[in-house]
C-alpha cells in the first residue's frame, strides 16, 4: 500500500524537515506485520514529494494461528486485501514513521510545523464501506478538496461491476500534523475494521487525535463507532466525553468530595497489589532478564517495562489471542526503538522445554499453576525448575484460606471453574519446597492473615469476583 504527501511550499524541500526524514535517504522501518519505506520521488524547491511504502507479510500475519480443525489456518486469513490496501495497519505505519510529525513539532522548522502549507496526499487503494458519498462526508468538512476514482472489481469482467476500493487525493492548505493525525483517524473508519483489538486505550487515542476537530465534527457519531469497532460501551464514553456531558463540579463541590475521598481507606484491588508484590520480589532479587510465563495480556509486563532494572523481558503465552491483546496495550508498534528492545512476546507452552527460556535471571507465574490438574502441572515444575532453572521464581497462587471473605462464593467452592485446586498456604509452601529444593526461591502469597466469618462481616473486602483471584 502506497501514501504520497506532497507540497509546493516554497521551498518545498522543507517537508523533509517537517517528516523528520531526510530526503537524500530512503529509510525502512521494522513493523510487526511487516516493514515501512519512506522515500522521496522528487525533491526539489519547487515540488516534493514523500512516499510512505508499506510491505504487509500476509503469512507472518496470521503465522500459529489455528483454524477450527487446530491446524493451519483459515483460508480467509491467508486470502484477502489487508497486504494491498490502506487500513489500520497504515494507520499505525504512520505513528510509527511520522510520529514527531503528528506531534506538530520540529526541531529545525518549529515555526512552519504550526502554519498551514499547501498540501496534498494520495492513497492509491482505499477500501470504503459506504462508497464515495461517505468519503466526501468524512473530508469535505475539514476543508479538503477530495478527489476519488473507484477501481472494478475486476477490469477483465466488467459485468462484476465496480469494488469498493479508490484511488483517493486529498488537497488542502493545512498543517501537516492535522492531515497526518485526520489520516490516522479516518482510514480504518473507512475501512469499518481494524487488525487489532480494541479496548479502552483506543478511546484514549481517539480523543486525543480527535482534539480540536472530532467533537464539531458531522459524522462525529459514525466516526466514533466505526473507529471502536461498534463497541457500544467504548463508543458511548467516548461521545459523552466529546460532547461535554462532564460539567466540572463547584470548586467547593469539589474540595467537599476530595475530602470525603481522603476519609475512605484507600484500597487496591488484589491483581494490583499481587502485581506490585511480584515486582518488589523481583527486583529486590537484583535480577535484569525476566521471562513472565502465563504472561496473559501483558499486565505485569507493562509493570517491568517501568523499571530500568529490567533490560530483557520476556513475556510467554499459549495463548496467541493473548500475545495479541498484550501487544496493543503495550502498543509494541508505536513504542520507541530503545524501549522496544527491551521486550518480546513468545507464543509457546507451559508444557514443554523450551531452550528460549534458557539463561533468564528470574521468572514470574501469576495465577497459573491452579489451572493445572496433576500431571500438567508435574510437567510445567520440570519446565520451570529442571530447564529454564532461573535463580528466582515469583509465584502466585490463590490463597483457599482468604476465600471465606468473599460472601458470594459457597463453602468448598473454587473461585474460578477452571481452577483444579486452590491450596491454603501450608500446602502453597509445602509444595514450593518441594518443587524448588536447591533453587534460590520467593514465593508470593497472600499478605492476609486468615480471616474468620466474623471479621468478614465487620470489614468486607470491596472487590469484585472477577477481582478476587488473589493470592
Same mark, same amino acid.
Given at each position: 500500500m502506497l501514501l504520497t504527501l506532497s507540497t509546493t511550499h516554497h521551498p518545498a524541500t522543507d517537508l523533509g524537515y517537517l517528516l523528520h526524514k531526510n530526503p537524500h535517504r530512503p529509510q525502512s522501518f521494522e513493523l510487526s506485520f511487516g516493514h515501512a519505506h519512506v522515500f522521496y520521488p522528487e525533491a526539489t524547491e519547487a515540488r516534493t514529494t514523500a512516499a510512505l511504502l508499506l510491505d504487509v507479510d500476509p503469512v507472518g500475519l496470521v503465522r500459529g494461528r489455528r483454524g477450527p480443525s487446530g491446524e493451519g489456518g483459515m483460508l480467509e486469513q491467508y486470502v484477502n486485501d489487508r497486504p494491498y490496501v490502506a487500513s489500520s495497519f497504515l494507520s499505525v505505519a504512520l505513528a510509527r514513521t511520522f510520529r514527531n510529525a503528528m506531534s506538530g513539532s520540529s526541531k529545525e522548522r518549529p515555526e512552519l510545523a504550526g502554519q498551514p502549507i499547501p498540501l496534498v496526499a494520495r492513497l492509491s487503494v482505499l477500501p470504503c464501506r459506504g462508497g464515495e458519498p461517505f468519503l466526501r462526508k468524512l473530508f469535505e468538512p475539514l476543508g479538503y478538496t477530495v478527489t476519488a476514482t473507484r477501481h472494478a472489481l475486476d477490469a477483465a469482467v466488467p459485468d462484476w461491476g465496480p469494488s469498493r476500493y479508490y484511488t483517493v487525493t486529498l488537497e488542502a492548505h493545512t498543517r501537516l500534523s492535522d492531515l497526518l493525525t485526520h489520516l490516522y483517524v479516518l482510514i480504518p473508519v473507512l475501512d469499518d475494521d481494524k487488525h487489532y483489538w480494541v479496548g479502552d486505550e483506543e478511546v484514549e487515542k481517539l480523543l486525543r487525535h480527535g482534539e480540536g476537530w472530532l467533537a464539531a465534527h458531522p459524522e462525529r457519531d459514525i466516526i466514533t463507532r466505526r473507529y471502536l469497532r461498534h463497541r457500544k460501551s467504548l463508543a458511548r464514553e467516548a461521545l459523552e466525553r466529546l460532547s461535554g456531558d462532564e460539567v466540572p463540579e463547584p470548586e467547593e463541590g469539589a474540595q467537599a468530595r476530595n475530602q470525603e475521598e481522603a476519609a475512605l481507606e484507600s484500597r487496591l484491588s488484589l491483581n494490583e497489589q499481587r502485581l506490585q508484590a511480584v515486582v518488589a520480589v523481583l527486583k529486590e532479587s537484583g535480577a535484569t532478564r525476566v521471562v513472565d510465563l502465563g504472561c496473559g495480556e501483558g499486565k505485569l509486563l507493562r509493570a517491568l517495562l517501568k523499571e530500568r532494572q529490567f533490560t530483557d523481558i520476556l513475556?510467554?503465552?499459549?495463548?496467541?489471542?493473548?500475545?495479541?491483546?498484550?501487544?496493543?496495550?503495550?502498543?509494541?508498534? =508505536?513504542?520507541?526503538?530503545?524501549?522496544? !528492545?527491551?521486550?518480546?512476546?513468545?507464543?509457546?507452552?507451559?508444557?514443554? #522445554?523450551?531452550? !528460549?527460556?534458557?539463561?533468564?535471571?528470574?521468572?514470574?507465574?501469576?495465577?497459573?499453576?491452579?489451572?493445572?490438574?496433576?500431571? !500438567? *502441572?508435574?510437567?510445567?515444575? #520440570?519446565?520451570?525448575?529442571?530447564?529454564?532453572?532461573?535463580?528466582?521464581?515469583? *509465584? =502466585? =497462587?490463590?490463597?483457599?484460606e482468604y476465600n471465606v471473605r468473599f460472601e458470594s462464593l459457597p463453602a468448598g467452592t473454587f473461585r474460578h471453574r477452571d481452577h483444579r485446586f486452590e491450596w491454603t498456604r501450608a500446602e502453597f509452601e509445602a509444595w514450593a519446597r518441594a518443587s524448588a529444593s536447591g533453587l534460590a526461591t520467593a514465593f508470593v502469597s497472600s499478605p492476609w492473615v486468615p480471616w474468620t466469618r466474623t471479621s468478614v462481616r465487620r470489614r468486607r473486602w470491596r472487590c469484585s469476583r472477577d477481582e478476587a483471584h488473589g493470592s
Open positions: 513475556g510467554m503465552d499459549v495463548s496467541f489471542r493473548s500475545l495479541e491483546v498484550a501487544s496493543e496495550r503495550l502498543h509494541l508498534d =508505536t513504542m520507541p526503538e530503545l524501549q522496544r !528492545r527491551r521486550i518480546r512476546l513468545l507464543h509457546g507452552s507451559l508444557m514443554y #522445554r523450551d531452550a !528460549r527460556l534458557a539463561g533468564y535471571e528470574a521468572a514470574s507465574v501469576i495465577e497459573v499453576i491452579e489451572h493445572l490438574d496433576p500431571p !500438567r *502441572l508435574a510437567a510445567f515444575e #520440570r519446565v520451570l525448575f529442571e530447564s529454564a532453572r532461573p535463580n528466582v521464581v515469583a *509465584l =502466585t =497462587t490463590p490463597n483457599a
